[in-house]
């Protein structure tokens, strides 16, 4: 189905969805978790879609000459509707083999994962498990000295206070050191909130590790296992899965540029961020994930309306000149056109991902139904990533086609 535009949409979030979902959150606080049962996996059916391969012929000609220089590699998807307007891979999968990049290829989420940290939550309190509005303090036990105001909306909008993982001290060696949920749970448990919670916003990998403890919690069900047979297995994302443990196959190695072209990036341990960036997937995967997602095949419209809803306050911790937006749970909006050159208008809910080597973002354009995910297993791409998506944008929507940033 097709999704109405983001503006139309978030206005109706806050003049009534939203409300209609808080009322709905605080009646399912008042329950008890209901009974864990063995979940009933029914396959989720997408329309096909239809390949274009002429589509976007600025995109292409642009990859095709950032490949050739050395200045991009991962793989691109484009799609407007059931319309397949690009699906390319470049640049190489390991500089040391020489194995190129294939359009198939896993690649590490990072952050983009948070949205099926989300997700989750949201699909439990679909089901009647829990609340967004519940105190964190239910699921979390005994309760920390400054937690009590602490909610569910509070973490998962990035405005609980807690010190995110890399304000902490000790961060170097927690960096490399392998993690379980509950001792990441312990860990962060020892801080108070640094400031009311809901009063400002700042990004916190944190919050998104407790989340999927609270996942595990609310569901009796290791957080993996939730994601996939809540999600991977009904959409068939055979390709997609948790490496917290380290033992996923098939991942593309991740990159750093160097004096002399690529080399291999850090010790991914994406333990330590099981919540919140510990997934890893293939563009065709996250593909599915934000067709059935933004086409209202996985959550509740009450539940999907407050995940694409602003909850972020007046203080967001931009720096100055940054461009205002909306903080979503594990997404995010705003008109990322107007930071193209020349610039456009394209209100978009996105997410990007950072990680050991690699750079990523995926977004969906709800107006035009246009959905643009860019996997890249080189970390210093971010500013090549976020002209990419918005020239497949413009191109896909017939603005005109941006050259470069805004400064």
Known sequence: MRTPSLIALCGAVGAGALLLGIAVGEAVAQREPAPVTEPQVQHIDLEPLTVQPSALPRLRARLDELEARGQFMGV???????RLLLREAYGLSD???GRANAPDDRFRLASISKQFTAAAILRLQDEGRLSVHDPVCRWISPCPQGWEAIRLTNLLSHSSGLPDLMERPGWGDRRVTPASLSELTTDTMRFRPRFEPGTRARYNNAAYNLLADIVERASG????????EAFFEPLGMDDTGSDADARAEGIVMGHNTGAGGPVHGPLPNVSIIAGAGALYSTADDVLAWQRALHGGRLLSQESYSLMIADHAPADQGLPPGARPRGWGFGLFTGDLGSGADPQFHAPQIYHTGSWAGFRN???HMPGEDVTVVVLTNNYHQRDQVFLIVQQ???????????????Q
């Not at 691109?76 to 059931?82: H, L």
């Not at 069900?221 to 996939?228: D, I, N, S």
């Not at 497949?392 to 805004?406: C, D, K, N, S, Y």
């Open 361 to 363: 973002m995926v977004s």
């Open 76 to 82: 691109v998807v484009v799609a407007q509707g059931d």
């Open 221 to 228: 069900r290791p957080y993996e296992t939730f994601l996939r």
């Open 392 to 406: 497949a944008v413009a191109e896909a929507i017939g603005a005109p086609f941006p050259t470069g940033l805004q």
């Open 95 to 97: 500089a040391e083999t």
